[in-house]
């Protein structure tokens, strides 16, 4: 699986845009790349995936270059809701279950 | 529709008792996933489920944990006996696996936090 390196801690304020990339060097074809998000005493929530170039829904936007090395989630006018820990995942297996691998995250501190 | 249900939502015990976990994950989803998140540390996978069979538990203390997905719905995650490093938030997850496409799109429960004295 491709291992994935990402920012520890991001500070920001209200009403920003904010940019969280995440490298994965080693992506394989088959890879798709997600983003999930988790706020304190909860399990991680899913807020995008993509293959490549952009993804945007309600939530996020995700950008993917066209050799997918990185990747970069983009969250607009963000607010102290969105305070919170990302994670980027990099995976996919044979046997179309997603494999669901999670690293440290980035810490996104959204101040006043 | 339900979440992900687990239970108990916290849990202290003494170090070398026994434990276990319950997970009801979201209906019809066929893959459910345990994970284990120390303070500080994203979740690591201990084992993953497709219906009632095992697709990943590399990472699962085979000597102190197991875990069983009986009828490919509920499942509960034991561990006999506990250490202090076992103290953690024990999250379940399940997602519904698309033919030919990709599946990373899982819905997690509370978790139960288990601490260890």
């Known amino acids: 699986l491709a291992k994935t390196t990402q920012p520890i801690s991001m500070d920001s304020y209200e009403g920003q845009e904010v940019n969280i990339t995440c490298s994965h060097n080693?992506?394989?074809?088959?890879?798709?790349i997600t983003w999930y998000q988790q706020f304190p005493s909860q399990g991680p929530r899913f807020i995008i995936q993509?293959?490549?170039t952009k993804v945007t829904n309600e939530v996020a936007s995700l950008f993917i270059p066209a050799d997918r090395k990185s990747s970069t989630l983009s969250l607009p006018r963000v607010s102290l809701s969105d305070t919170a820990v990302y994670y980027c995942?990099?995976?996919?297996?044979?046997?179309?279950?997603?494999?669901?691998?999670f690293g440290q995250g980035t810490t996104l501190q959204v101040k006043p | 529709e339900a979440g992900v249900a687990q239970s108990p939502r916290y849990k202290i015990i003494e170090k070398r008792q026994s434990v276990a976990f319950w997970c009801n994950p979201i209906?019809?989803?066929?893959?459910l996933y345990w994970y284990q998140q120390i303070l500080g540390q994203g979740p690591k996978l201990l084992i993953q489920?497709?219906?009632?069979?095992?697709?990943?538990d590399s990472q699962l203390p085979k000597d102190r944990f197991s875990a069983e997905r009986l009828k490919g719905v509920d499942s509960t995650l034991k561990i006999q006996p506990a250490k202090l490093e076992d103290s953690a938030v024990y999250l379940c997850?399940?997602?519904?696996?698309?033919?030919?496409?990709?599946?990373?799109?899982?819905?997690f429960g509370q978790g139960t936090r288990l601490t260890v004295v």
């Open positions: 997850a399940s997602s519904f696996p698309t033919e030919g496409a990709m599946s990373t799109e899982a819905f």
């Open positions: 995942l990099v995976g996919y297996d044979s046997s179309n279950t997603g494999k669901l691998i």
């Open positions: 080693n992506i394989a074809t088959n890879d798709y």
């Open positions: 993509g293959y490549k």
């Open positions: 489920f497709q219906n009632n069979g095992v697709v990943d």
């Open positions: 209906s019809g989803h066929a893959t």
